[in-house]
């Protein structure tokens, strides 16, 4: 572990590290612009320009490796001189764009230049004119003058998505990013760039105009899109909350995870954020005759419970169905196991989720539900329901409104209509509906807590990145809630006021979460 | 393209990359020789070159684009390349170059109408002890002067 | 001492033909360095000749050729750079052109020096005639068994392969050169690692400009203390000057290292052309800082010329007179490393063009008081900040230009 210095204050930094990364981890942040910690390092930006002692000139920090006894400055008059010469460079060329830019609020060079530049241009010549709109992908416009050339987009394309659509063309101050004619970029990872690029050089069309940064509310969250889980960063304007009428989610960027999904995240869950203000299921219904009654949840659980505990008594417990979809929590899901099944003997359990999709061979998977392995693995012995088993039942709580199987969709229906009593839970609107008599508002996701089991099996817990708005409540306090009014083993459900608390049981009951 | 010239330019392509340890690092003597066959190397010879060496087009374009000598437009059937560095300027460059501007009828990067000459301004040819210098094609003439400029120009067919 | 090493036959017709090469003495220093003598003592022997790199640089050649390790499963590269852009030199054009053979004799024993099987000419794609020639020299050669596979009976084997460049000076900085030749745009690459260890095709990979390999058959046949004699100490052998700009006698000329400036440009080169004055000469290449007239009483080698504040460079001395304004010679230096700049890093790319605008606008009578004090700022932003030498090559010789001539240039600044 090389000790190196870094003004003056003394740093422990890893065999093979570079200074910027040893600075950074030593909260000592070194500007730049090309380096990215997913690349190796470029070294064309010159902006990490920082002393060593004993080097007449200037090195980079993003490419130089610790050596034990290194003495770094980097606030010296030699670096602080650099870096404003930097800046003064790329801003000659650069466009007075920030009132039409989007990346106004959280560009590089903006917050470079107010923190190391703060001088008046001496540029008096004419700046090089380009094209401002180029389309580069599908969401994607590149915005040439913006553009300081520092390759990050070309080398995503050439690194990570291997696909080699942009490059650079002509030399000197004509050099431009470009593609091939008109090979848009069309990668289901092209949104990666607007958010690596530094400045407002590439723009997503999908967030082009329609607010400031500095409005949004960024909150941490996992995508749910597929079982891989990539971390998220949901951003929303709380001033426009969903209800009556608005659209809460501008964008949802990648969070940088090692273990999951890196730096990046794909197209299908980067713009994929409409469900979250759209077709959302806010009223609680009690659908009696043609008629849809408004209900508070603790009147719905009464009832519910109600015709539970009747077949309960009359020995028909195996006229009560569950189905279960892998898009609950691991809470919800081991909530569900523990109160139907254990609790009050029910067997048929079963768990319908979406169909498969086509998976990519980077991070989009097959699988389009969350939590799939969560479900696999906290209630093994469910499958999806056939006709057949759905037309034995007097009562039915669905969870999520997939039944089975599409193809059987049709007679699924069929042997829903002679079930008696249906309950609902569900996030957005469909035609299940209408076949139904209870349908009970439940959060996305992204409205909720808990944790959700990758592909990788890996537990991953978040948070609530959004407020859940509308009736309802989250499936874990719903069921909690029905155990409760179910009587069932006091003991062992009422300390369990929380996914966390609940998650700590459903550690130490299942060895595979360990 | 023709049928002809493809097959010989892919047998040559074949011949050239042969002396590299990877087919890609041949893209410059590639480039050369499908220029000299095609005159420039224009969408059609990208994709051509692209498909030859297993690049992907946007690497070639790259390559095109980067170095001058790398037409992507045609020119006329002598290229007058008048040398604009230090020492031909120094020996009259800058009057030589106005002078085939006017005789010619034409201005920088332009071709005469007649398709014979395009006059272009490059950097040092690397035979300053003869400036002023121009390179017709790939053929040096120096010591230049309005009569040899006269000369040359008429030796040309 | 007058002893030619690498013109010594430039008056023999035909020398460029092998049978005309070997009639005089050609080739002999090849049988002598793989008959008798180990890859490692060639080494030697070239490191004790101080032979310096001729392209610009003068790194020392034995020392770089000593970097490349010898332990690593990789093959082994030889790059000879015959790309000579740099303004004002042509010496290597009249090397490959008239003595071809030379070179390729010095690229057989560097490359069985350091272990190499594997050549190739990066030749500046405007030199197609000399690129011709040097191909038909190394179809002679691989006939007559100096290339190919066992040479002269021995287990050293050498392909040498032409490669011509497309109009790009940077292809002349080496890690540059390393990228076009594996066929990509010329941008140079971060040292470390330095070539001799990742080079070509990430392989260890030796580096040497013509005129420096075309020594070494001497250096092996007359042994390296003649090889000292004929220049300094520390500065082994003669320098093949090229002279240009406002001189009688415009050309090469291969003198020792140490031979004095004045003397060259005013004996050797006939003085000044047309009854002109001296202003100023640059003495190694247009990347050289400028030297006034009264600054050229001078030694032209490495250290005399970089204590004066210049560099000996390329040996390219261009002669400038007093009728020549100096704003013309500012606009040719700033047009070019403007126009050369491959634009990978920030300084040198917008640096560049920015000042060749001001010299544009100052050239076209529209200069402002202070635009030269703006160029030498940003001259000294781009000094030592660049990613590759290329942005000193251009900052130096500006910030001399500003700083020797800054009245003359004043003077065309309308309200200074």
Request: with cysteine; hydrophobic share 40%.
């Given at each position: 572990?090389?000790?190196?210095?870094?003004?003056?204050?003394?740093?422990?930094?890893?065999?093979?590290?570079?200074?910027?990364?040893?600075?950074?981890?030593?909260?000592?942040?070194?500007?730049?612009?090309?380096?990215?910690?997913?690349?190796?390092?470029?070294?064309?930006?010159?902006?990490?320009?920082?002393?060593?002692?004993?080097?007449?000139?200037?090195?980079?920090?993003?490419?130089?490796?610790?050596?034990?006894?290194?003495?770094?400055?980097?606030?010296?008059?030699?670096?602080?001189?650099?870096?404003?010469?930097?800046?003064?460079?790329?801003?000659?060329?650069?466009?007075?764009?920030?009132?039409?830019?989007?990346?106004?609020?959280?560009?590089?060079?903006?917050?470079?230049?107010?923190?190391?530049?703060?001088?008046?241009?001496?540029?008096?010549?004419?700046?090089?004119?380009?094209?401002?709109?180029?389309?580069?992908?599908?969401?994607?416009?590149?915005?040439?003058?913006?553009?300081?050339?520092?390759?990050?987009?070309?080398?995503?394309?050439?690194?990570?998505?291997?696909?080699?659509?942009?490059?650079?063309?002509?030399?000197?101050?004509?050099?431009?990013?470009?593609?091939?004619?008109?090979?848009?970029?069309?990668?289901?990872?092209?949104?990666?760039?607007?958010?690596?690029?530094?400045?407002?050089?590439?723009?997503?069309?999908?967030?082009?105009?329609?607010?400031?940064?500095?409005?949004?509310?960024?909150?941490?969250?996992?995508?749910?899109?597929?079982?891989?889980?990539?971390?998220?960063?949901?951003?929303?304007?709380?001033?426009?909350?969903?209800?009556?009428?608005?659209?809460?989610?501008?964008?949802i960027r990648a969070r940088w995870n090692p273990d999951v999904n890196s730096h990046w995240i794909c197209d299908h869950g980067r713009y994929g954020y409409a469900y979250l203000d759209e077709g959302r299921q806010d009223r609680?219904?009690?659908?009696?005759?043609?008629?849809?009654?408004?209900?508070?949840?603790?009147?719905?659980?009464?009832?519910?419970?109600?015709?539970?505990?009747?077949?309960?008594?009359?020995?028909?417990?195996?006229?009560?169905?569950?189905?279960?979809?892998?898009?609950?929590?691991?809470?919800?899901?081991?909530?569900?196991?523990?109160?139907?099944?254990?609790?009050?003997?029910?067997?048929?359990?079963?768990?319908?989720?979406?169909?498969?999709?086509?998976?990519?061979?980077?991070?989009?998977?097959?699988?389009?539900?969350?939590?799939?392995?969560?479900?696999?693995?906290?209630?093994?012995?469910?499958?999806?329901?056939?006709?057949?088993?759905?037309?034995?039942?007097?009562?039915?709580?669905?969870?999520?409104?997939?039944?089975?199987?599409?193809?059987?969709?049709?007679?699924?229906?069929?042997?829903?209509?002679?079930?008696?009593?249906?309950?609902?839970?569900?996030?957005?609107?469909?035609?299940?509906?209408?076949?139904?008599?209870?349908?009970?508002?439940?959060?996305?996701?992204?409205?909720?807590?808990?944790?959700?089991?990758?592909?990788?099996?890996?537990?991953?817990?978040?948070?609530?990145?959004?407020?859940?708005?509308?009736?309802?409540?989250?499936?874990?306090?719903?069921?909690?809630?029905?155990?409760?009014?179910?009587?069932?083993?006091?003991?062992?459900?009422?300390?369990?006021?929380?996914?966390?608390?609940?998650?700590?049981?459903?550690?130490?009951?299942?060895?595979?979460?360990? | 393209?023709?049928?002809?010239?493809?097959?010989?330019?892919?047998?040559?392509?074949?011949?050239?990359?042969?002396?590299?340890?990877?087919?890609?690092?041949?893209?410059?003597?590639?480039?050369?020789?499908?220029?000299?066959?095609?005159?420039?190397?224009?969408?059609?010879?990208?994709?051509?070159?692209?498909?030859?060496?297993?690049?992907?087009?946007?690497?070639?374009?790259?390559?095109?684009?980067?170095?001058?000598?790398?037409?992507?437009?045609?020119?006329?059937?002598?290229?007058?390349?008048?040398?604009?560095?230090?020492?031909?300027?120094?020996?009259?460059?800058?009057?030589?170059?106005?002078?085939?501007?006017?005789?010619?009828?034409?201005?920088?990067?332009?071709?005469?109408?007649?398709?014979?000459?395009?006059?272009?301004?490059?950097?040092?040819?690397?035979?300053?002890?003869?400036?002023?210098?121009?390179?017709?094609?790939?053929?040096?003439?120096?010591?230049?002067?309005?009569?040899?400029?006269?000369?040359?120009?008429?030796?040309?067919? | 001492?007058?002893?030619?090493?690498?013109?010594?036959?430039?008056?023999?017709?035909?020398?460029?033909?092998?049978?005309?090469?070997?009639?005089?003495?050609?080739?002999?220093?090849?049988?002598?360095?793989?008959?008798?003598?180990?890859?490692?003592?060639?080494?030697?022997?070239?490191?004790?000749?101080?032979?310096?790199?001729?392209?610009?640089?003068?790194?020392?050649?034995?020392?770089?050729?000593?970097?490349?390790?010898?332990?690593?499963?990789?093959?082994?590269?030889?790059?000879?750079?015959?790309?000579?852009?740099?303004?004002?030199?042509?010496?290597?054009?009249?090397?490959?052109?008239?003595?071809?053979?030379?070179?390729?004799?010095?690229?057989?024993?560097?490359?069985?020096?350091?272990?190499?099987?594997?050549?190739?000419?990066?030749?500046?794609?405007?030199?197609?005639?000399?690129?011709?020639?040097?191909?038909?020299?190394?179809?002679?050669?691989?006939?007559?068994?100096?290339?190919?596979?066992?040479?002269?009976?021995?287990?050293?084997?050498?392909?040498?392969?032409?490669?011509?460049?497309?109009?790009?000076?940077?292809?002349?900085?080496?890690?540059?050169?390393?990228?076009?030749?594996?066929?990509?745009?010329?941008?140079?690459?971060?040292?470390?690692?330095?070539?001799?260890?990742?080079?070509?095709?990430?392989?260890?990979?030796?580096?040497?400009?013509?005129?420096?390999?075309?020594?070494?058959?001497?250096?092996?046949?007359?042994?390296?203390?003649?090889?000292?004699?004929?220049?300094?100490?520390?500065?082994?052998?003669?320098?093949?000057?090229?002279?240009s700009g406002m001189v009688k006698r415009p050309g090469i000329y291969e003198l020792p290292l140490g031979t004095k400036l004045r003397t060259i440009i005013f004996d050797h080169a006939g003085g000044m052309k047309d009854g002109?004055?001296?202003?100023?000469?640059?003495?190694?290449?247009?990347?050289?800082?400028?030297?006034?007239?009264?600054?050229?009483?001078?030694?032209?080698?490495?250290?005399?010329?970089?204590?004066?504040?210049?560099?000996?460079?390329?040996?390219?001395?261009?002669?400038?007179?007093?009728?020549?304004?100096?704003?013309?010679?500012?606009?040719?230096?700033?047009?070019?490393?403007?126009?050369?700049?491959?634009?990978?890093?920030?300084?040198?790319?917008?640096?560049?063009?920015?000042?060749?605008?001001?010299?544009?606008?100052?050239?076209?009578?529209?200069?402002?008081?202070?635009?030269?004090?703006?160029?030498?700022?940003?001259?000294?932003?781009?000094?030592?900040?660049?990613?590759?030498?290329?942005?000193?090559?251009?900052?130096?010789?500006?910030?001399?230009?500003?700083?020797?001539?800054?009245?003359?240039?004043?003077?065309?600044?309308?309200?200074?």
């Amino acid at each position: 572990m090389p000790k190196i210095f870094i003004d003056d204050r003394a740093v422990e930094a890893a065999q093979g590290q570079t200074v910027l990364r040893a600075a950074e981890s030593a909260g000592i942040p070194i500007p730049h612009f090309c380096y990215h910690p997913a690349f190796a390092p470029e070294g064309s930006c010159r902006m990490c320009l920082i002393e060593i002692e004993g080097i007449p000139k200037l090195e980079l920090a993003c490419s130089t490796v610790v050596r034990e006894g290194l003495k770094v400055q980097t606030k010296s008059p030699k670096v602080v001189e650099a870096r404003k010469g930097v800046l003064e460079f790329l801003l000659a060329e650069h466009p007075l764009d920030c009132p039409i830019c989007d990346k106004a609020g959280e560009c590089k060079l903006q917050d470079y230049f107010e923190e190391y530049g703060l001088f008046r241009s001496q540029f008096k010549e004419s700046k090089e004119k380009r094209e401002k709109k180029f389309k580069l992908g599908r969401n994607l416009i590149l915005d040439r003058e913006r553009c300081i050339l520092c390759t990050r987009c070309v080398r995503f394309l050439n690194e990570i998505t291997k696909t080699e659509d942009a490059g650079i063309l002509n030399r000197g101050i004509h050099s431009e990013v470009g593609i091939f004619e008109s090979e848009f970029i069309a990668s289901n990872y092209s949104g990666n760039l607007a958010q690596i690029c530094p400045v407002g050089a590439i723009t997503d069309s999908d967030f082009r105009f329609r607010t400031r940064v500095w409005f949004l509310e960024s909150r941490e969250s996992v995508c749910p899109l597929c079982s891989r889980g990539c971390n998220i960063i949901i951003d929303s304007h709380p001033g426009f909350p969903r209800l009556p009428r608005g659209r809460r989610v501008y964008r949802i960027r990648a969070r940088w995870n090692p273990d999951v999904n890196s730096h990046w995240i794909c197209d299908h869950g980067r713009y994929g954020y409409a469900y979250l203000d759209e077709g959302r299921q806010d009223r609680l219904v009690w659908k009696k005759g043609s008629r849809d009654t408004g209900l508070s949840w603790d009147k719905a659980a009464g009832i519910l419970s109600g015709k539970i505990q009747g077949l309960m008594l009359r020995g028909k417990s195996q006229r009560i169905g569950v189905i279960l979809n892998p898009n609950l929590t691991n809470e919800e899901l081991f909530l569900a196991d523990r109160l139907f099944r254990k609790g009050l003997g029910i067997e048929k359990i079963y768990g319908a989720g979406p169909a498969p999709e086509k998976g990519d061979d980077f991070l989009l998977t097959a699988d389009r539900a969350a939590n799939s392995r969560g479900l696999r693995e906290i209630c093994p012995a469910v499958r999806a329901p056939e006709p057949k088993d759905l037309a034995e039942l007097d009562l039915l709580l669905l969870f999520g409104h997939h039944l089975g199987a599409a193809e059987r969709s049709a007679d699924l229906l069929k042997a829903l209509e002679k079930v008696e009593v249906k309950a609902l839970f569900v996030s957005h609107r469909s035609a299940l509906d209408d076949f139904v008599d209870f349908v009970i508002p439940v959060p996305a996701i992204a409205e909720k807590s808990g944790s959700l089991t990758n592909i990788d099996g890996r537990a991953q817990p978040f948070s609530a990145g959004l407020a859940f708005e509308g009736d309802g409540l989250p499936e874990w306090k719903a069921l909690l809630d029905l155990a409760k009014e179910l009587n069932v083993d006091h003991r062992y459900f009422w300390p369990l006021d929380s996914p966390a608390a609940v998650f700590r049981v459903l550690q130490e009951e299942i060895p595979f979460f360990k | 393209m023709s049928p002809e010239t493809s097959a010989l330019l892919r047998r040559r392509i074949e011949e050239t990359a042969a002396r590299y340890p990877k087919k890609g690092a041949a893209l410059l003597p590639v480039l050369h020789l499908v220029q000299q066959e095609t005159g420039c190397i224009s969408v059609e010879e990208e994709k051509f070159v692209a498909q030859a060496l297993g690049l992907k087009p946007m690497k070639v374009r790259e390559v095109v684009t980067f170095y001058t000598m790398f037409l992507r437009r045609p020119v006329g059937k002598y290229h007058l390349q008048v040398c604009s560095n230090l020492s031909c300027i120094l020996l009259g460059a800058g009057p030589l170059l106005e002078y085939l501007q006017k005789k010619l009828g034409v201005g920088v990067g332009e071709t005469t109408s007649d398709g014979r000459f395009t006059l272009s301004v490059v950097e040092c040819l690397g035979a300053c002890e003869q400036a002023p210098c121009v390179m017709v094609n790939f053929d040096y003439y120096g010591q230049l002067d309005r009569e040899k400029i006269d000369r040359i120009l008429e030796g040309l067919e | 001492m007058d002893e030619k090493v690498l013109t010594r036959h430039f008056g023999v017709e035909g020398l460029f033909r092998i049978e005309v090469y070997r009639g005089l003495g050609g080739y002999k220093a090849v049988e002598k360095a793989l008959k008798e003598m180990s890859p490692s003592a060639v080494l030697e022997e070239v490191k004790k000749a101080s032979l310096r790199g001729r392209g610009g640089a003068g790194f020392p050649a034995g020392m770089k050729w000593g970097f490349v390790p010898q332990n690593v499963p990789k093959p082994r590269y030889l790059c000879v750079n015959a790309d000579e852009g740099e303004p004002g030199t042509f010496k290597d054009r009249y090397i490959m052109s008239h003595n071809p053979h030379l070179l390729l004799e010095g690229t057989i024993i560097a490359s069985y020096a350091v272990g190499i099987r594997s050549a190739f000419i990066y030749i500046r794609g405007e030199y197609e005639a000399v690129a011709l020639r040097l191909e038909a020299a190394i179809a002679e050669a691989y006939k007559a068994g100096y290339l190919g596979d066992k040479i002269l009976g021995t287990d050293f084997g050498l392909d040498v392969v032409v490669h011509r460049g497309a109009g790009a000076y940077i292809c002349g900085e080496e890690t540059a050169l390393l990228e076009s030749l594996e066929g990509k745009r010329g941008h140079p690459r971060l040292k470390p690692p330095f070539p001799a260890s990742v080079g070509l095709f990430q392989c260890p990979t030796v580096i040497n400009n013509v005129e420096t390999l075309s020594n070494v058959p001497s250096i092996v046949q007359e042994g390296a203390d003649a090889f000292i004699k004929k220049g300094l100490p520390k500065d082994g052998g003669t320098r093949v000057f090229g002279v240009s700009g406002m001189v009688k006698r415009p050309g090469i000329y291969e003198l020792p290292l140490g031979t004095k400036l004045r003397t060259i440009i005013f004996d050797h080169a006939g003085g000044m052309k047309d009854g002109k004055e001296l202003k100023a000469v640059i003495p190694g290449g247009m990347s050289a800082p400028i030297l006034t007239a009264d600054e050229i009483d001078l030694a032209m080698d490495f250290d005399s010329l970089a204590g004066a504040g210049s560099m000996l460079g390329s040996a390219a001395v261009i002669v400038i007179d007093k009728e020549t304004s100096t704003l013309d010679v500012l606009k040719a230096v700033a047009k070019f490393y403007s126009h050369e700049s491959c634009g990978q890093c920030t300084p040198c790319r917008i640096g560049t063009s920015w000042i060749h605008k001001i010299v544009k606008r100052l050239a076209g009578g529209e200069g402002e008081p202070d635009d030269i004090d703006t160029i030498i700022r940003l001259a000294g932003n781009i000094k030592g900040k660049t990613l590759c030498p290329l942005g000193d090559a251009a900052a130096l010789p500006i910030l001399s230009i500003c700083r020797k001539f800054r009245s003359e240039l004043e003077g065309y600044i309308p309200h200074a």
